[in-house]
């Protein structure tokens, strides 16, 4: 039964029609390609709004840039996979010549990822890696137990080797916070017996969750000697946390974090020292080695050379990975020299 | 929906008139309306935005709303009675959750799995059609509570891991196209689907009681229609819909996760407003609501394309649904102005009066 | 009990309002509040005896309260507004850019900005609903993607980082006055404000009318467009507030401000006791409903509950209410009636 109100406009069974036509004729064209000999490089990080893939994004373009490349960014709100899927799907139907990315999970991507690489694209993971058998090549910024073991060292040395620590990462599936943290609790075992790890909280990248995800664990654990913060986001909103908090000075914060966010909290105590990589660099490292995996200078396999503008010539490994460099430790001493 | 506070606009309420021609009757609606833009979006697409009739375009969109799709199926029928369903995105992550669990902890195979989660979200229906239609609680209330309960067990039950090891075969399967085409097969499943609501809600005495119920509750309930059973029965077919929606976007993008389809309801909402269902009751039809999925799906798509991002992407929905909403009101408005025009209820124009030679001492 | 409803009162004014109160929903839910603390406490003692643990209790409710509060104002008149989570977030960057774009913008021009700006969007809301005979549940819902995307275009994917802001704001969100927050301070006296006029005002009775029955007010002679509209405002105002608490209170904002918190909004009118279908309840009931949500979050992990599972005692708090709610209303209307045909 239908009930009809007063209509001005009509077109109906015309419109149903031609919109059926439509759509089986969109089955037919083929999809086009790029836009005439530069490469189109369009980089995918784990979520858009993030001070740590601003940056590193920031580095990525400028090296497109300087190759004569076309660079786009694209990205999820929130730090998730299933938000990831549209934006491979696009830029796989955009037959772009490669995409970076930096996955939420390691598995989850993966059909969207194998589905943009028949259709031509080269995929780079970078920061984040995902299953080898959906990407071209993965840019490591640090060794996992490199930067396991700076962690490690830094909260060790700030709590006296002995008391309760906890943990703050970011998403619970991202594949590089899991290596490293399974990473840690091996280097804890092993080497600092008289420091027990209690609990293990998620941020999600988020700057409001990571804040108070942080009150929760001082409140739960009142006899909390620190807490390992091994994301940007995290690190930051935990320190602005602690800073206004009781425990300022009395809980040791360290982790992964960019100069500039944490540079007040350094100066007034919250924080002793922290580590990162410069991320700007392992962006454009990300980019140069698209580049030379469309150019076909390279094709992952190990024992591949290519140079990467300012940063050296690199070599691929056998795991299809390329290397970045060490952790390099800030502290009040040294952070006035960086701005990133 | 009867929580208005102000009366619903008198004209969206008589009966068809058969002194129209059938083509009038036809053309004249709502749903026609949606099906023309759906087309020109279609057409202006296909012309202006650059990859937008690549053989990908389409397959994606559809592989993107297919839960969409599913879903605003039954919801049509609940919002025709007059009633709500906002639990339904939670009902899907909670499926999502135990599809993924049962798969990967208690080592079922996927049918299996999945036909325990359609169980379960039945049961959750069950709870929302027992909360609204016999114990007489306002829908709105009841299912914001459930949404909370559904997502609280789904993400409770997981915590914030996920689950993504799904057999390879699993996950292709949802993903396999109908031949060459672009189609994916998971459209049949829809088609079938599609076809057996339509029946349902047009050609059948519980479909004709649905409308009735939107109407007008009394008067449906003591023309024989059992108001509390119809409702109960609406509410149990959006849970297992939602799970199926569920099982489904687990496969699709091989992630189980607590908060899959976050924000899922709004969109499924909506897609049915937009199709032409009235958000009062007792109006509305399947082919609209199609259209008004398929609609925001092209208009996402394209946008996603031209590199617009997901703020202009939701700024052109929301405009949407605010729009086609306000149309009725307004079509309302201006048709019972002619009418008041037409009667002589409203006076002409101060010009035309002082035209008029009888009219003195007007301006 | 039938004597009481049909005759006037034999009982004194004192007698009856204690007895009153004690019967009222709002006393019952802050026992509910008061046995979560204590429950919370006995487990950790720092939850309530520790400098953190008291200021936190007070300060965490203090963004949800003027949400909670302006959602009561609308609900009552039978409506809901579901796009404070966006006007939040819009209002919170608003709050950054001025710091950022005017450094010597004094704070209490900032927090006038703000709250005029949510009423500018409470006020598209009102008009469309009022005036475009509307449901509220659709047109909040599209400026809820409407205000959101315009949000995101506006903030691009910048954030406003704490380092942005003047300390002396940013101190707001951590400083005490007398051992009360003063964030907690400020929204309680938005409660106290909105509670007297909605009790004592005319245009404020106007609005349980009007949501006790709407067609009725209208032939009453109630300007019930005018009213809406007005409360719509409220509204918008107070998730501009809310905003600018958001933005002292966390320091950073960005595009995921406020996402989702309309619902904890609506939960918390409907957990304090306001009918959804409008003509009931107070804010003091919100208000101590978003206290009472915002502490059950906090004191799950310190009982042992993983806070994953929050939510989902959020939803049995918000369905048991609710359905608290009809079964009580049914069985005074059942009285009633006995009332009415005994007498």
Not at chain 1, 160 to 166: I, L, P, Q, T
Not at chain 2, 13 to 35: G, H, K
């Amino acid at each position: 039964m239908k009930f009809h109100t007063r209509r001005i406009t009509a077109l109906a069974s015309v419109a149903m029609a031609a919109s059926l036509t439509l759509t089986a004729c969109g089955g037919d064209s083929e999809g086009t390609a790029t836009e005439g000999g530069a490469t189109t490089v369009t980089f995918l990080p784990k979520n858009l709004g993030n001070p740590y893939f601003d940056t590193s994004d920031a580095g990525g373009k400028a090296a497109v840039e300087a190759f004569g490349g076309t660079y786009q960014e694209v990205g999820p709100d929130a730090a998730t996979p299933d938000a990831q899927v549209p934006f491979i799907n696009t830029a796989a139907q955009q037959g772009v010549n490669a995409l970076v990315v930096s996955a939420d999970d390691p598995n989850a991507i993966c059909d969207a990822l194998n589905q943009a690489r028949q259709a031509g694209t080269k995929v780079v993971t970078f920061d984040s890696d995902t299953d080898p058998t959906c990407r071209d090549l993965f840019i490591n910024q640090a060794t996992s137990d490199g930067i396991a073991k700076v962690e490690v060292d830094l909260i060790a040395e700030q709590i006296g080797d002995s008391g309760e620590v906890a943990i703050l990462s970011a998403a619970a599936n991202a594949t590089n916070q899991n290596a490293w943290i399974d990473l840690m609790k091996k280097d804890l075992q092993a080497n600092h017996p008289n420091i027990k790890l209690v609990d293990v909280v998620y941020g999600n990248d988020d700057d409001q969750t990571s804040f108070d995800k942080t009150a929760a664990l001082l409140q739960a654990h009142p006899n909390l000697k620190g807490i390992i913060s091994p994301t940007t986001v995290g690190i930051a909103a935990a320190a602005r946390y602690l800073s206004t908090s009781q425990y300022k000075g009395k809980v040791a914060l360290t982790g992964l974090g960019t100069p500039n966010q944490m540079r007040d909290y350094v100066t007034d105590g919250t924080v002793t020292s922290f580590a990162l990589w410069n991320p700007a660099d392992l962006g454009a490292l990300a980019a140069y080695a698209a580049k030379a995996l469309v150019d076909g200078t390279i094709t992952g396999a190990a024992g591949d050379t290519f140079e990467a503008g300012d940063l050296g010539t690199f070599t691929v490994d056998d795991k299809a990975s390329v290397l970045l460099g060490d952790p390099f430790v800030f502290d009040k001493d040294n952070i006035a020299q960086f701005n990133f | 929906m009867s929580t208005s506070t102000l009366s619903r606009p008198e004209s969206a309420r008589t009966y068809a008139s058969y002194s129209q021609p059938w083509w009038r009757r036809v053309l004249f609606t709502r749903e026609a309306a949606v099906i023309a833009l759906l087309a020109a979006v279609l057409i202006w697409s296909n012309l202006n935005v650059r990859n937008f009739d690549s053989p990908l375009t389409l397959y994606f969109l559809f592989l993107d709303i297919t839960p969409i799709l599913l879903i605003a199926l039954p919801m049509t029928l609940v919002v025709v009675t007059g009633e709500i369903d906002l639990s339904v995105a939670s009902v899907v992550g909670l499926s999502s959750v135990l599809v993924g669990i049962l798969h990967h902890d208690a080592g079922m195979s996927i049918p299996v799995a999945g036909l325990i989660a359609l169980v379960v979200g039945a049961i959750c229906g069950m709870v929302n059609g027992f909360l609204v239609a016999y114990v007489g609680l306002p829908s709105l209330a009841v299912t914001i509570g459930t949404l909370a309960l559904y997502r609280g067990i789904a993400v409770g039950l997981l915590g914030t891991k996920a689950v993504t090891d799904f057999p390879h075969k699993w996950t292709k399967l949802v993903q396999e196209r109908i031949g060459g085409s672009s189609y994916p097969l998971v459209l049949i499943v829809f088609a079938v689907l599609a076809i057996g609501f339509a029946l349902l809600l047009h050609a059948t005495p519980f479909g004709r009681g649905i409308f009735e119920i939107g109407l007008n509750k009394e008067a449906a309930h003591f023309s024989g229609v059992n108001v509390e059973r119809t409702k109960f029965l609406l509410f149990v077919l959006t849970g297992t819909v939602s799970a199926l929606a569920g099982i489904y976007y687990t496969l699709r993008y091989g992630s189980a996760r607590g908060d899959n389809a976050t924000g899922l309801e709004l969109q499924v909402i909506a897609a049915v407003l937009l199709g032409g269902v009235s958000i009062f009751g007792g109006r509305g039809a399947l082919h609209g609501v199609i259209a008004g999925v398929v609609l925001i799906g092209a208009i996402s798509s394209a946008m996603r394309l031209e590199n617009l991002t997901v703020n202009v992407i939701n700024i052109v929905i929301g405009s949407l649904l605010v729009l086609s909403v306000m149309s009725t009101s307004l079509l309302a408005w201006i048709s019972a102005l002619a009418t008041a025009r037409h009667n002589g209820a409203i006076r002409l124009g101060k010009r035309r009066q002082a035209a008029m030679h009888h009219r003195k001492g007007n301006q | 009990m039938t004597e009481v409803m049909v005759h006037p009162s034999q009982v004194s004014p004192l007698r009856r309002g204690i007895t009153n109160a004690l019967h009222s929903r709002e006393i019952s839910i802050f026992a509910v509040l008061v046995l979560v603390v204590v429950v919370a406490t006995t487990k950790s003692h720092s939850f309530l005896f520790s400098h953190d643990g008291w200021r936190d209790l007070l300060l965490t409710p203090a963004l949800l309260l003027p949400l909670a509060i302006g959602q009561t104002v609308v609900i009552v008149t039978r409506n809901v507004d579901l796009s404070v989570g966006s006007t939040l977030g819009l209002t919170a960057y608003l709050t950054g850019r001025l710091f950022v774009d005017h450094p010597g913008l004094p704070i209490i021009a900032v927090f006038a900005i703000a709250i005029a700006a949510g009423a500018g969007l409470g006020a598209v809301n009102g008009v469309l609903i009022a005036y475009g005979r509307v449901p509220a549940l659709v047109i909040t819902l599209g400026t809820l993607y409407i205000y959101r995307g315009i949000f995101l275009s506006w903030a691009g994917s910048d954030r406003i980082n704490a380092s942005d802001m003047p300390k002396s704001f940013l101190s707001l969100g951590t400083r005490s006055v007398l051992g009360l927050p003063m964030l907690t301070i400020l929204a309680a006296v938005v409660v106290v404000g909105v509670a007297y006029v909605l009790r004592n005002a005319r245009s404020g009775r106007e609005l349980y009318a009007i949501g006790s029955d709407p067609d009725a007010a209208g032939l009453y002679g109630l300007p019930v467009s005018r009213r809406v509209l007005a409360a719509f405002v409220v509204s918008g105002a107070l998730a501009g507030l809310a905003g600018v608490v958001y933005a002292a209170r966390y320091g950073t904002v960005s595009s995921g401000a406020g996402y989702g918190i309309e619902l904890q909004a609506v939960g918390a009118a409907v957990i304090g006791g306001v009918a959804i279908f409008g003509g009931s309840g107070t804010v003091w009931g919100a208000a101590i409903g978003a206290f009472l949500l915002v502490t059950i979050n906090r004191a799950l992990p310190i009982v042992g509950i993983q806070d994953f599972w929050q939510q989902a005692v959020v939803g049995l708090l918000i369905i048991s209410s609710v359905a608290l709610d009809r079964v009580l209303s049914a069985r005074r209307a059942r009285q009633l009636v006995e009332a009415r045909d005994q007498s």
